[in-house]
């Protein structure tokens, strides 16, 4: 039966921190009441706006855009009745949000226009309502202030409107936004103000319910009914909104792209063949039917503000991105598919993501504003939500718990991905308990566990994204509500996927710390040798030590291709490819696939794919294939596999198999997916494919649900990786000593110290009269830069080198203090860090320091004596404090009395135990948790002892035992298996426990043995 | 004359004393922690549970998992009490002059006492001998010229043992020591003297014995001279005999920990209730109030206020506790443990004010609010604390 009655103010998970029930189950709960239309008022915010038009759909409403307009003791509910309305609406929210100035009335008076408002707020009703009574109503919501309301409308003369203020679905739910108030307020159940909440009394209501509130207002509900017919509900986002480049017409765009085009192509190619002209005319036709030229020729002037960058995505997949320099990556030599990138049935606006150094990205961002304007432009947002954990962490604090003992909690959470989530089948009660029981964690846990598996999701706040920028035609605020992030930026409410579902075109300009690696080493290069690279011209894909050290997988500190996994796979895809065929097959090439397979779509094939590469015979799935996945042995790799899939066995247009590909991706995707495995498995069908056959492919095509890459992507990728590795091979030094200074790689310091000495470097100590703030590498030394000793204030350190710089070296720690004049506590870190030792002389570092503070003492200093100097221990305890790492020594040095009592064998003589059972020594470097199918948590550790690094495997059963152990950066004592595969090595782990644990064995008792 | 100072301690004397009360307990690994809150830490460990690891500060969660046959006792206090009382009637009966220095240790200056005692050896001697034989208790002693000597020297050796120092010969003793045996360097403000002396590589008390003064004062300051002389063993601090001050005083430990304002003011206000009880019936008022609040990260906070005019009636200290409540229970972290002391007391005067400048009003209410709280006295002095109780209304 329809209502009369509509929800007119309602909240969902994206007030932040305020409204409890979600999206769907708010519409859902809407719908289930009879009512035809709901409005969606979150508190001051569009956050979930683009969202909720698509779900209200879904559920067959009618969706009405509002917002509970919140600021100081005002307060509206703003509907958006026509789209002026809604640009008002994006505009008073903005002003909200941005504006220092912002006055309530006022500014909700200037905006108006297309809106309908309904408020309890007595003196603001005054002064709308002498502007204009249209579309002004009394809002009156069950309660104790209803009476109130009531008289104000009565006085004033302005029509009542029945509203719930709904917060949550039921009244039962009310804790749960109590809890939510609770976090946001960082206060705890008992201290959080009733002022702070809602009333117990905003629950969505159904009708009924409402009108025994009303026996003596009935217009009251009627007037929703009358307001919901008026407001706008015919929402269309499609369009797609981008500014013109210097104002040209379209036509005038598409020439200077066209001759730009040409001009570049004649700088990438010289001499264009007839392949060339063909591509670049098919995607100019493509770009200028889609009116698209403006947007390349924007992103290309981006570009042009830096000399090093990387075109990251699809687009490299363009003939037209690479000749305008934007990509680097050819992508007729490398077949790249252009419609991954671009075609004439997709309908979203294509999207360039381009990489900058990351020191550089600030200024690019500056520029872009001051370009475009901060009316015109903006960053994306994140819309940072209750996550698991986070969720765990906020609910333990309302619940007073100490901040060491969440920090355990969470620890463990951490290496128990299977325990954070609700164990699908057991009550969120018992799974609360379980876990508890499991994991030893006594009350109030259990009930924080059960809180936290209802509020994930919620949104908390707003952060910027990493690099979206969008830029739109005329007042960004018309668009989309802005707000001003803590950096000073505006900052839509929309995250990326609403942001494109929205119509604005986002453009990813993105830090890349490997370019700056890149730029620093070549810099050094030049520095040391004289020799000049030009990184645009060049081009290391033939240089054989470079393609030698990739086929031996010692790509640590290369961009993309560092991590333990890649490394071992290019190990055993080169370590064990026949002769012939190694001497046949590209490193590139081989590269693209390797970066792709190892992301978690494919990684599952990834031997299987090696044992192809090495000429095991296969047979694909279904004869349909063999082309679309000749290039990677029959094994789907790429996203545009997924498309080349659909459209060779499930009959897709390419337009089509491409949203597909898009749609996977997605995070709410459930409904769109239905429809495209249907017309998949009907396609399918029609081709003859057999069921079993259609439903193996398409689990193949689910797992691209997960992190996967286009080919473009990796080819583009591919190539920063291969000069990084040239760097590696030819001028070791200088690339440690960039790798290290940009920080941000996949190791830590240490590990890369660690590798540069096994590298055959020598890793110097910081020194007063040789370091800089970075590292710093020549031939086969790296000094440590003073960036290394931590508190140490880069002001300061500047000051001393620009000071050496300008006066010649310094002669003493007198001299020093006399021309740097230092804050003492700067210069105490400097004594102990060892910076001192080249001019010291006869002075101990504790001599030093005793000067120093004599230096800063009122009276004269007379005899000072020279304390012995520290012992080896206090050395090695300061190298920690100061650098993270012990640098003078191995940090398994420090357990060798314990190492010495311990039989073990080294890790270099692995090999020679494959099958057996071995105790090795190691410092855990790195590690990777990862799931089983059956999502088991298990761990791939790589340790490094003395002699070498070693990768090690933590299945499962083992994994329950020990994961409480681990941790980066501690000694281990591991005992198990040596497996060989495909000719490396891996340690299989069966025992695992801390060397530095006193031969205490209770403390490798496992966790969840102890319970059963 | 050269002082005498003897100090005797019994080691981990929470622990000594439960041994004595149940003799199984003598051989397994024991240590005093709060029982029932989940996340309590070790107060005190026996010399059988260090040797598996376990440390004073350990959270009890991670001990248990480390030496499976730990036993674990809650504080008792009372028992600490008698058994620190019993240790002075011993101290007492060798000389008036001695010092508590905490529970089961005390100082003591036996200097001129040898003609009746004998040397300063054989009071320590003995002081030992009459508490193992009177009480089954195992202490240490050390002797020397003066407090800082004695004291180090008695942490020096095992139970049933006996260090003395001989007058002259202090520096010697004090010289290999590692600086950090100074009791005085282990206070908060100490620190940084602390972290200078580690800089400067001054790790014995030999080392800063052996520093020029002059020196060690350009980077110690004005604590140079004061270290400088312990180093050398001298300390001039007579041995101080404890100064009661009147005082009540109750703690509530909160078991499970608790974070809710309501129920934590509830516990607060049944011990003022209870406090002021005993101050009416003792007819004494107080003049003080302090409250100290433990986090359950072992975080303590103190508040105090001073009372005017001073009073017996929870009526007038309400208030006031409310606001110390507010002010010390200001992190989101639950609570374990809160005391209440009552301290400046004196006898209740009774001859009252002629001229109340209070409102009518006010007079009334406080009026009201005595009477109940002595018609109270009388139900719960004569059915029990549990028979009526305040609530609260929302």
């Known amino acids: ?1012 | 004359m050269d002082r005498q100072i003897v100090c005797f301690a019994v080691p981990s004397f929470e622990i000594a004393v439960a041994r004595l009360h149940d003799p199984t307990l003598r051989t397994r690994p024991l240590a005093i922690a709060p029982l029932v809150t989940p996340r309590a830490l070790l107060r005190e460990v026996s010399p059988e549970a260090e040797q598996d690891g376990l440390f004073v500060g350990m959270p009890i969660e991670q001990a248990r998992r480390w030496c499976p046959t730990l036993h674990v006792l809650p504080s008792n206090p009372s028992r600490m009490q008698r058994a620190d009382q019993s240790l002075r009637s011993v101290v007492t009966r060798y000389t008036p002059v001695w010092e508590p220095s905490q529970p089961g240790s005390f100082l003591m200056d036996v200097t001129g006492t040898a003609k009746i005692f004998g040397p300063a050896y054989d009071v320590a001697a003995n002081i030992q001998r009459d508490v193992l034989t009177h009480y089954q208790l195992e202490g240490t002693a050390g002797v020397g010229s003066n407090k800082l000597v004695a004291q180090t020297a008695a942490n020096l050796v095992g139970p049933s043992q006996l260090y003395d120092v001989r007058p002259g010969s202090e520096q010697v003793f004090m010289s290999p020591l590692p600086i950090r045996i100074l009791l005085g360097l282990h206070r908060p403000c100490m620190r940084p003297i602390l972290n200078r002396l580690d800089d400067l590589n001054l790790l014995t008390l030999g080392d800063i014995a052996r520093s020029p003064i002059d020196a060690l004062a350009l980077v110690l300051g004005d604590y140079a001279r004061q270290l400088s002389r312990w180093a050398q063993g001298i300390d001039h601090v007579p041995v101080l005999p404890p100064t009661g001050q009147p005082r009540l005083e109750e703690t509530v430990v909160i078991e499970p920990d608790e974070i809710d304002d309501t129920a934590l003011w509830g516990r607060l206000q049944d011990i003022l209730q209870r406090l002021c009880r005993t101050l009416r019936s003792q007819r004494r008022v107080c003049s003080r109030l302090s409250l100290t609040i433990r986090y359950s990260d072992q975080v303590d906070v103190v508040k105090q206020d001073r009372i005017q005019p001073e009073t017996c009636w929870e009526t007038d200290l309400s208030p006031l506790l409310s606001s110390l409540f507010q002010r010390c229970f200001r992190r989101r972290i639950r609570l374990c443990r809160m005391t209440l002391c009552l301290t400046g007391l004196t006898a209740y005067a009774e001859q009252g004010s002629l001229f109340n400048d209070q409102p009518l009003e006010h007079q009334r209410r406080q009026e009201r609010a005595k009477n109940l709280a002595i018609a109270l006295d009388t139900l719960h002095a004569r059915f029990g604390e549990q028979a009526i109780r305040y609530g609260r209304s929302h």
């Open chain 1, 1 to 1012: 039966m329809a209502s009369s009655f509509t929800h007119l103010h309602t909240h969902s998970s994206y007030s932040p921190m305020f409204g409890v029930s979600t999206l769907e189950t708010l519409c859902r709960a809407v719908h289930t009441q009879g009512h035809a239309a709901v409005a969606l008022t979150d508190t001051n915010g569009l956050y979930g706006a683009i969202r909720f038009l698509d779900v209200a759909r879904q559920m067959g409403l009618k969706p009405i855009l509002g917002v509970d307009l919140v600021h100081g003791e005002h307060r509206a509910v703003l509907l958006a009745k026509t789209l002026t309305g809604y640009a008002n609406l994006c505009s008073v929210l903005s002003a909200r949000h941005s504006d220092q100035s912002f006055d309530f009335i006022t500014a909700v008076a200037r905006h108006r226009t297309g809106l309908i408002v309904l408020s309890d707020d007595r003196p603001a009703l005054a002064t709308w309502s002498q502007d204009t009574r249209e579309d002004l109503y009394v809002e009156l919501t069950p309660g104790p202030m209803m009476h109130e309301a009531v008289t104000v409308s009565r006085r004033l003369g302005l029509p009542p409107v029945a509203t719930t203020r709904a917060s949550f679905l039921q009244p039962s739910d009310y804790q749960a936004h109590r809890l939510l108030r609770a976090i946001a307020k960082n206060t705890t159940w008992s201290r959080l103000r009733e002022e702070d909440c809602c009333l117990p009394s905003h629950w969505l209501m159904p009708e009924a319910s409402v009108a025994r509130h009303f026996p003596h207002l009935p217009e009251a509900l009627t007037n929703t009914g009358l307001i919901a017919a008026q407001c706008h509900t015919d929402w269309d986002f499609k369009e797609t909104i981008f500014p013109a480049f210097r104002q040209l017409s379209t036509g005038d765009a598409y020439e200077m792209l066209r001759a730009k085009a040409y001009t570049g192509a004649r700088w990438r190619y010289g001499t264009l063949s007839e392949q060339v002209v063909q591509r670049l005319n098919k995607e100019l036709t493509v770009i200028r039917d889609k009116g698209y030229a403006h947007y390349f020729l924007i992103v290309e002037d981006i570009v042009r503000q830096a000399p090093r960058t990387c075109g990251r995505g699809s687009a490299a997949a363009s003939i037209v991105s690479y000749c305008l320099g934007i990509t680097h990556v050819d992508p007729i030599r490398y077949n790249l598919l252009f419609e991954r990138f671009l075609n004439p049935g997709r309908h979203d606006p294509p999207d360039i993501d381009i990489d900058f150094p990351w020191d550089e990205r600030p200024h690019i961002l500056d520029w872009v504003f001051m370009r475009y304007g901060r009316r015109h432009a903006a960053m994306v947002a994140n819309q940072n939500t209750l996550a698991p954990r986070a969720a765990m962490r906020e609910i333990a604090k309302v619940y007073g718990m100490p901040a060491e003992e969440i920090g355990k909690a969470l620890a463990l959470f951490h290496r128990r991905a299977d325990f954070v989530e609700v164990t699908s089948g057991l009550s969120a009660k018992t799974w609360s308990e379980q876990v508890c029981r499991a994991l030893r964690l006594s009350a109030p846990w259990p009930e924080i566990l059960l809180w936290s598996a209802q509020l994930q999701g919620h949104i908390r706040n707003l952060s910027v994204h990493p690099g979206g920028v969008v830029l739109v035609p005329d007042d960004i605020r018309r668009y989309v509500p802005v707000e001003i992030s803590a950096s000073g930026l505006p900052v839509i409410q929309w995250e990326k996927d609403q942001t494109e579902d929205a119509g604005l075109v986002k453009i990813d300009l993105l830090g890349n710390r490997s370019l700056a690696v890149i730029r620093d080493a070549l810099a050094a290069i030049k520095g040391n040798t004289g020799r000049a690279i030009d990184y645009a011209t060049w081009n290391p894909l033939s240089d054989a030590a470079t393609n030698e050290l990739i086929r031996r997988g010692d790509t640590m500190g290369c961009f993309y291709v560092e991590s333990p996994a890649t490394r071992l796979l290019l190990k055993k895809l080169w370590g064990g490819m026949p002769r012939t065929q190694r001497a046949q097959a590209d490193v590139f090439d081989y590269l693209v696939v390797v970066s792709s397979i190892i992301r978690p779509a494919a990684n599952m094939l990834a031997d299987e794919f090696i044992r192809r590469a090495h000429g095991r015979r296969y047979s694909s799935l279904h004869p349909l294939l063999d082309e679309a996945l000749a290039e990677t042995h029959g094994i789907m790799v790429y996203q545009e596999d997924v498309m080349k899939v659909a459209v060779a066995l499930g009959g897709f247009s390419v337009a089509d198999g491409d949203q597909l590909r898009k749609v996977l991706s997605k995070k709410h995707k459930e409904r769109q997916l239905r429809d495209y495995q249907r017309q998949f498995y009907a396609g399918a069908a029609v081709r003859g494919v057999s069921q079993t056959t259609i439903d193996q492919i398409w689990r193949m095509i689910m797992s691209f649900a997960g992190y996967s890459f286009c080919k473009p992507h990796s080819a583009s990728y591919a190539q920063v990786s291969f000069k990084s590795a040239y760097l590696r091979a030819h001028y070791p030094a200088e690339f440690i000593a960039a790798v290290v200074s940009n920080q941000g790689g996949y190791y830590s310091t240490f590990a890369y110290l660690s590798e540069g000495r096994r590298m055959g470097l020598t890793i110097l100590p910081p020194d007063i009269n040789a370091s800089q703030w970075a590292y710093t590498g020549s031939g086969a030394l790296v000094r440590v830069g003073f960036m290394q000793i931590k508190s140490l204030q880069e002001d300061f350190v500047r000051r001393i080198v620009t000071e050496r710089q300008a006066n010649g070296p310094y002669g003493s720690l007198q001299d020093w203090v006399d021309r740097v004049q230092p804050e003492i506590s700067q210069a105490t870190l400097l004594i102990k860090a060892g910076c001192f030792d080249s001019i010291a002389g006869e002075l101990t570092r504790p001599a030093l320091l005793w000067r120093l503070f004599a230096s800063q003492a009122a009276t004269p200093s007379g005899y000072l004596p020279i304390p012995p100097e520290y012992a080896l221990e206090r050395k090695l305890a300061h190298e920690l404090a100061m650098f993270g790492f012990p640098l003078s020594c191995h940090p398994l040095d420090r357990f060798q009395a314990t190492v010495d009592r311990t039989p073990h064998i080294a890790a270099k003589d692995l090999p020679q135990h494959v099958g057996k059972q071995v105790t090795v020594i190691g410092w855990l470097v790195t590690e990777k948790i990862v799931s089983t199918k059956r999502g088991e948590p298990m761990e791939f550790l790589t340790l490094e002892d003395q002699t070498g690094l070693y990768d090690a495997t933590v299945f499962p059963a083992t994994y329950r035992r020990y994961c409480h152990l681990l941790a980066t950066n501690h000694a281990y004592v591991v005992t198990g298996r040596v497996e060989a595969q495909l000719s490396t090595v891996t340690l299989t782990v069966h025992e695992l426990r801390l060397l530095a644990s006193r031969d205490d064995v209770s403390q490798c008792e496992p966790i969840e043995e102890a319970i059963q």
